[in-house]
Protein backbone atom coordinates (compact mmCIF):
# COMPACT_ATOMS: atom_id res chain seq x y z
CA UNK A 1 0.00 0.00 0.00
CA UNK A 2 1.16 3.44 -1.06
CA UNK A 3 1.59 6.19 0.94
CA UNK A 4 -1.13 7.92 -0.35
CA UNK A 5 -3.45 5.13 -0.10
CA UNK A 6 -2.92 5.24 4.03
CA UNK A 7 -4.03 9.11 3.77
CA UNK A 8 -6.37 8.88 1.76
CA UNK A 9 -7.59 5.35 2.53
CA UNK A 10 -8.66 2.84 0.36
CA UNK A 11 -10.40 3.42 -3.40
CA UNK A 12 -14.14 2.41 -3.46
CA UNK A 13 -14.90 0.00 -5.83
CA UNK A 14 -15.57 0.66 -9.60
CA UNK A 15 -19.00 1.80 -9.96
CA UNK A 16 -19.59 2.28 -6.35
CA UNK A 17 -19.15 6.09 -5.40
CA UNK A 18 -20.69 7.77 -2.48
CA UNK A 19 -23.34 9.83 -2.61
CA UNK A 20 -21.86 12.72 -2.31
CA UNK A 21 -19.21 12.09 -5.12
CA UNK A 22 -22.15 10.88 -8.17
CA UNK A 23 -22.22 12.88 -10.71
CA UNK A 24 -23.39 16.69 -10.89
CA UNK A 25 -26.64 15.85 -12.19
CA UNK A 26 -27.83 13.18 -9.77
CA UNK A 27 -29.84 13.66 -6.78
CA UNK A 28 -30.65 12.07 -3.78
CA UNK A 29 -34.56 11.42 -3.53
CA UNK A 30 -35.89 11.78 -0.28
CA UNK A 31 -39.53 10.32 0.45
CA UNK A 32 -41.62 12.44 2.82
CA UNK A 33 -42.27 11.87 6.14
CA UNK A 34 -45.88 10.55 7.18
CA UNK A 35 -45.54 12.49 10.27
CA UNK A 36 -45.00 16.11 8.17
CA UNK A 37 -47.44 14.93 5.85
CA UNK A 38 -49.62 14.45 8.94
CA UNK A 39 -48.84 17.93 10.32
CA UNK A 40 -49.88 19.51 7.15
CA UNK A 41 -53.62 17.84 7.04
CA UNK A 42 -53.83 18.73 10.56
CA UNK A 43 -52.77 22.54 10.15
CA UNK A 44 -55.33 22.24 6.73
CA UNK A 45 -57.71 21.11 8.99
CA UNK A 46 -57.50 23.83 11.32
CA UNK A 47 -57.39 26.61 9.03
CA UNK A 48 -61.14 25.41 7.40
CA UNK A 49 -62.09 25.15 10.76
CA UNK A 50 -61.14 29.14 11.32
CA UNK A 51 -62.76 30.01 7.78
CA UNK A 52 -66.03 28.10 8.25
CA UNK A 53 -67.76 30.75 9.89
CA UNK A 54 -67.22 32.73 7.17
CA UNK A 55 -68.03 30.29 4.77
CA UNK A 56 -71.03 29.21 6.38
CA UNK A 57 -72.57 32.45 5.53
CA UNK A 58 -70.75 33.36 2.26
CA UNK A 59 -72.09 29.93 0.60
CA UNK A 60 -75.59 30.45 2.32
CA UNK A 61 -76.36 33.64 0.94
CA UNK A 62 -74.08 34.44 -2.14
CA UNK A 63 -73.12 30.65 -3.90
CA UNK A 64 -76.31 29.09 -3.48
CA UNK A 65 -78.53 32.41 -4.67
CA UNK A 66 -76.37 31.94 -7.43
CA UNK A 67 -76.48 28.51 -8.11
CA UNK A 68 -80.41 29.05 -8.05
CA UNK A 69 -80.30 31.96 -10.20
CA UNK A 70 -78.65 29.86 -12.81
CA UNK A 71 -80.85 26.81 -12.48
CA UNK A 72 -84.01 29.48 -13.13
CA UNK A 73 -82.23 30.73 -16.32
CA UNK A 74 -82.44 27.46 -17.56
CA UNK A 75 -86.60 27.75 -17.55
CA UNK A 76 -89.61 30.01 -19.13
CA UNK A 77 -90.97 31.20 -15.98
CA UNK A 78 -93.74 34.07 -15.20
CA UNK A 79 -92.94 33.79 -10.75
CA UNK A 80 -96.40 32.10 -10.54
CA UNK A 81 -96.93 29.61 -12.65
CA UNK A 82 -95.56 25.87 -13.06
CA UNK A 83 -92.19 26.89 -15.39
CA UNK A 84 -91.11 25.56 -18.49
CA UNK A 85 -87.82 24.04 -19.02
CA UNK A 86 -86.25 25.69 -21.80
CA UNK A 87 -82.48 25.18 -21.88
CA UNK A 88 -80.41 28.07 -23.47
CA UNK A 89 -82.80 29.94 -25.19
CA UNK A 90 -82.82 32.62 -22.29
CA UNK A 91 -79.37 33.28 -22.99
CA UNK A 92 -80.20 33.34 -26.99
CA UNK A 93 -82.98 35.96 -26.19
CA UNK A 94 -80.27 38.28 -24.56
CA UNK A 95 -77.84 38.03 -27.38
CA UNK A 96 -80.59 39.75 -29.68
CA UNK A 97 -82.50 41.83 -27.52
CA UNK A 98 -81.58 45.40 -28.88
CA UNK A 99 -83.12 46.38 -25.30
CA UNK A 100 -79.89 44.94 -23.56
CA UNK A 101 -77.70 46.28 -26.04
CA UNK A 102 -78.38 49.63 -24.78
CA UNK A 103 -78.12 48.97 -21.19
CA UNK A 104 -74.80 47.50 -22.05
CA UNK A 105 -73.94 50.49 -24.01
CA UNK A 106 -74.96 52.80 -20.81
CA UNK A 107 -73.18 50.75 -18.45
CA UNK A 108 -70.36 51.20 -20.42
CA UNK A 109 -70.65 54.74 -20.40
CA UNK A 110 -70.96 54.85 -16.43
CA UNK A 111 -67.23 53.44 -16.44
CA UNK A 112 -66.18 56.65 -17.36
CA UNK A 113 -68.03 58.73 -14.40
CA UNK A 114 -67.76 55.59 -11.64
CA UNK A 115 -64.18 54.96 -12.69
CA UNK A 116 -62.18 57.00 -14.77
CA UNK A 117 -62.87 60.49 -13.33
CA UNK A 118 -62.95 59.62 -9.67
CA UNK A 119 -59.56 57.80 -10.64
CA UNK A 120 -58.36 60.87 -11.91
CA UNK A 121 -60.16 63.03 -9.16
CA UNK A 122 -58.71 60.76 -5.96
CA UNK A 123 -55.44 60.70 -7.60
CA UNK A 124 -55.04 64.63 -8.19
CA UNK A 125 -56.74 65.12 -4.46
CA UNK A 126 -54.41 62.47 -2.72
CA UNK A 127 -51.11 64.49 -4.18
CA UNK A 128 -52.42 67.63 -2.84
CA UNK A 129 -53.46 66.16 0.82
CA UNK A 130 -50.44 64.46 1.06
CA UNK A 131 -48.11 67.44 0.53
CA UNK A 132 -50.22 69.60 2.69
CA UNK A 133 -49.80 66.37 5.80
CA UNK A 134 -49.58 68.15 9.52
CA UNK A 135 -51.06 71.54 8.08
CA UNK A 136 -53.97 72.55 9.81
CA UNK A 137 -57.30 71.75 7.96
CA UNK A 138 -55.52 68.92 6.34
CA UNK A 139 -57.93 66.28 8.13
CA UNK A 140 -61.42 68.53 7.83
CA UNK A 141 -60.45 68.67 4.06
CA UNK A 142 -60.23 64.65 4.23
CA UNK A 143 -62.95 63.83 5.84
CA UNK A 144 -65.22 66.24 3.74
CA UNK A 145 -63.91 64.65 0.72
CA UNK A 146 -64.71 61.15 1.83
CA UNK A 147 -67.89 62.04 3.56
CA UNK A 148 -69.93 61.46 -0.07
CA UNK A 149 -68.72 57.69 0.60
CA UNK A 150 -70.38 57.11 3.60
CA UNK A 151 -73.68 58.54 2.73
CA UNK A 152 -76.41 55.97 1.55
CA UNK A 153 -77.03 55.85 -1.94
CA UNK A 154 -81.03 56.31 -1.62
CA UNK A 155 -80.19 59.11 0.89
CA UNK A 156 -77.83 60.89 -1.66
CA UNK A 157 -80.42 59.81 -5.18
CA UNK A 158 -82.81 62.37 -3.53
CA UNK A 159 -80.46 65.18 -2.66
CA UNK A 160 -79.69 64.91 -6.02
CA UNK A 161 -82.67 64.92 -7.17
CA UNK A 162 -83.29 68.44 -5.43
CA UNK A 163 -80.12 69.35 -7.06
CA UNK A 164 -81.14 68.70 -10.59
CA UNK A 165 -84.68 70.01 -10.52
CA UNK A 166 -86.05 72.92 -12.50
CA UNK A 167 -85.97 74.97 -9.39
CA UNK A 168 -83.16 72.75 -8.10
CA UNK A 169 -80.01 74.66 -6.45
CA UNK A 170 -78.11 74.37 -10.01
CA UNK A 171 -80.59 75.90 -11.75
CA UNK A 172 -81.02 78.78 -9.50
CA UNK A 173 -76.78 78.74 -9.85
CA UNK A 174 -77.14 79.56 -13.42
CA UNK A 175 -79.59 82.07 -13.15
CA UNK A 176 -77.49 84.05 -10.50
CA UNK A 177 -74.73 83.83 -12.68
CA UNK A 178 -76.83 85.21 -16.12
CA UNK A 179 -76.62 81.93 -17.92
CA UNK A 180 -80.30 81.14 -17.34
CA UNK A 181 -80.36 79.99 -20.83
CA UNK A 182 -78.26 76.39 -19.89
CA UNK A 183 -80.99 75.86 -17.60
CA UNK A 184 -82.55 72.23 -18.06
CA UNK A 185 -84.84 69.45 -16.57
CA UNK A 186 -81.55 67.54 -15.76
CA UNK A 187 -83.14 64.02 -15.09
CA UNK A 188 -86.14 64.56 -17.61
CA UNK A 189 -83.88 65.64 -20.24
CA UNK A 190 -82.94 62.53 -22.98
CA UNK A 191 -79.88 63.96 -23.20
CA UNK A 192 -78.21 64.88 -20.00
CA UNK A 193 -80.27 62.38 -17.72
CA UNK A 194 -77.34 59.31 -18.12
CA UNK A 195 -74.19 62.27 -18.07
CA UNK A 196 -76.00 64.16 -14.55
CA UNK A 197 -76.58 60.36 -13.11
CA UNK A 198 -72.45 59.45 -13.75
CA UNK A 199 -71.70 62.83 -12.30
CA UNK A 200 -73.36 61.81 -9.08
CA UNK A 201 -71.32 58.74 -9.04
CA UNK A 202 -68.00 60.65 -9.28
CA UNK A 203 -68.74 62.58 -6.41
CA UNK A 204 -69.82 59.51 -4.89
CA UNK A 205 -67.08 57.29 -5.78
CA UNK A 206 -63.61 60.09 -5.44
CA UNK A 207 -63.81 59.79 -1.50
CA UNK A 208 -62.65 56.69 -1.97
CA UNK A 209 -60.30 56.41 -4.42
CA UNK A 210 -58.56 59.80 -2.66
CA UNK A 211 -58.45 57.64 0.52
CA UNK A 212 -57.41 54.48 -1.25
CA UNK A 213 -53.94 57.04 -2.80
CA UNK A 214 -53.41 58.07 0.33
CA UNK A 215 -52.57 55.10 2.26
CA UNK A 216 -50.24 54.49 -0.81
CA UNK A 217 -48.38 57.43 -0.80
CA UNK A 218 -47.92 56.94 3.16
CA UNK A 219 -45.95 53.61 1.72
CA UNK A 220 -44.05 55.89 -0.50
CA UNK A 221 -40.37 56.33 0.97
CA UNK A 222 -39.62 59.90 1.56
CA UNK A 223 -35.89 59.64 0.53
CA UNK A 224 -37.12 58.88 -2.98
CA UNK A 225 -38.77 62.60 -3.17
CA UNK A 226 -35.43 64.06 -1.50
CA UNK A 227 -33.46 62.32 -4.04
CA UNK A 228 -35.72 63.92 -6.92
CA UNK A 229 -35.63 67.01 -5.70
CA UNK A 230 -32.04 67.22 -5.79
CA UNK A 231 -32.00 66.58 -8.89
CA UNK A 232 -34.03 69.10 -9.73
CA UNK A 233 -37.56 67.81 -10.03
CA UNK A 234 -40.88 69.74 -9.10
CA UNK A 235 -44.21 68.81 -7.59
CA UNK A 236 -45.57 67.69 -11.25
CA UNK A 237 -42.50 66.07 -12.27
CA UNK A 238 -41.98 64.63 -8.52
CA UNK A 239 -46.34 63.48 -9.26
CA UNK A 240 -45.80 62.04 -12.46
CA UNK A 241 -42.53 60.15 -12.53
CA UNK A 242 -42.80 58.86 -8.62
CA UNK A 243 -46.37 58.82 -7.51
CA UNK A 244 -48.05 57.60 -10.58
CA UNK A 245 -45.82 54.14 -11.04
CA UNK A 246 -45.36 53.65 -7.39
CA UNK A 247 -49.52 53.36 -6.78
CA UNK A 248 -50.00 50.65 -9.17
CA UNK A 249 -51.85 48.36 -6.42
CA UNK A 250 -53.68 51.17 -5.14
CA UNK A 251 -54.87 51.68 -8.77
CA UNK A 252 -55.72 48.42 -9.45
CA UNK A 253 -58.15 48.16 -6.48
CA UNK A 254 -59.71 51.32 -7.39
CA UNK A 255 -60.28 50.40 -10.94
CA UNK A 256 -61.47 46.87 -9.62
CA UNK A 257 -64.09 48.72 -7.04
CA UNK A 258 -65.05 51.73 -9.18
CA UNK A 259 -65.94 49.30 -12.80
CA UNK A 260 -68.08 46.75 -10.57
CA UNK A 261 -70.04 50.10 -9.38
CA UNK A 262 -70.26 50.80 -12.63
CA UNK A 263 -71.47 47.34 -14.12
CA UNK A 264 -73.57 46.47 -10.60
CA UNK A 265 -75.46 49.88 -10.58
CA UNK A 266 -79.18 50.17 -9.84
CA UNK A 267 -79.89 51.77 -6.48
CA UNK A 268 -78.80 55.28 -7.80
CA UNK A 269 -80.21 55.54 -10.83
CA UNK A 270 -83.35 53.56 -9.81
CA UNK A 271 -84.12 56.45 -7.41
CA UNK A 272 -83.06 59.25 -9.41
CA UNK A 273 -84.21 58.82 -12.77
CA UNK A 274 -85.79 55.04 -12.57
CA UNK A 275 -84.47 54.03 -16.13
CA UNK A 276 -85.86 56.92 -18.13
CA UNK A 277 -86.93 59.33 -19.09
CA UNK A 278 -87.67 56.41 -21.93
CA UNK A 279 -85.19 53.71 -21.52
CA UNK A 280 -81.80 56.73 -21.69
CA UNK A 281 -80.90 55.54 -18.69
CA UNK A 282 -81.94 51.78 -18.02
CA UNK A 283 -78.71 49.70 -17.40
CA UNK A 284 -78.31 45.87 -17.19
CA UNK A 285 -79.42 46.02 -12.94
CA UNK A 286 -82.54 48.32 -14.04
CA UNK A 287 -83.44 45.88 -16.89
CA UNK A 288 -83.43 42.95 -14.33
CA UNK A 289 -85.49 44.39 -12.46
CA UNK A 290 -87.96 45.44 -14.75
CA UNK A 291 -87.97 41.86 -16.28
CA UNK A 292 -88.00 39.59 -13.03
CA UNK A 293 -90.93 41.84 -11.24
CA UNK A 294 -92.84 43.64 -13.67
CA UNK A 295 -92.53 41.87 -17.40
CA UNK A 296 -93.01 38.33 -15.99
CA UNK A 297 -90.00 37.20 -17.21
CA UNK A 298 -88.24 35.82 -14.24
CA UNK A 299 -86.22 33.17 -16.33
CA UNK A 300 -84.79 35.94 -18.85
CA UNK A 301 -84.01 38.37 -15.59
CA UNK A 302 -81.66 35.28 -14.01
CA UNK A 303 -80.22 34.63 -17.52
CA UNK A 304 -79.12 38.51 -17.64
CA UNK A 305 -77.84 38.02 -14.13
CA UNK A 306 -75.48 35.09 -14.83
CA UNK A 307 -74.22 36.93 -17.32
CA UNK A 308 -73.47 40.50 -15.63
CA UNK A 309 -72.02 38.32 -13.01
CA UNK A 310 -69.52 36.61 -15.53
CA UNK A 311 -68.94 40.11 -17.43
CA UNK A 312 -67.86 41.46 -14.18
CA UNK A 313 -65.95 39.05 -12.61
CA UNK A 314 -63.93 38.48 -16.50
CA UNK A 315 -63.22 42.45 -15.79
CA UNK A 316 -61.65 42.27 -12.35
CA UNK A 317 -59.77 39.23 -13.49
CA UNK A 318 -58.22 41.55 -16.27
CA UNK A 319 -57.71 44.25 -13.91
CA UNK A 320 -55.61 42.22 -11.45
CA UNK A 321 -53.97 40.43 -14.08
CA UNK A 322 -52.85 43.77 -16.29
CA UNK A 323 -51.90 45.45 -12.57
CA UNK A 324 -49.61 42.15 -12.15
CA UNK A 325 -47.76 42.41 -15.61
CA UNK A 326 -47.60 46.24 -15.93
CA UNK A 327 -43.81 46.83 -15.77
Known amino acids: MTTADRLTGPSPAPG??????????????????????????????????????????????????????????????????????????????????????????????????????????????????????????????????????????VAVGILWRWVYAEDGTLNQALRAIGLGGLTD?????????????????????????????????QRIDPEIYEAARMDGAGPVREFMAITVPLLRPEFAVALSITVIAALSSFDLIYITTGGGPGNSTVVPGILIYRLAFGGGAVGVASALAIVLTVVISLAVLVINRLSREAP
Open 16 to 153: ILPPAKRGAGSTVRKHPRPARSGRRRRRRAVALLYLLPALLPYTLFAVLPLLHTAYLSLFDWDGVTLPSFVGLDNYGRIATDPQLRAAAWHAGALILFFSVLPICMGLVSAAIVSRRAGRRGTALVRTVLFLPQVIPL
Open 185 to 217: AWLGSFTWALPAVGLIGSWVVSGLCMVLFLSGT
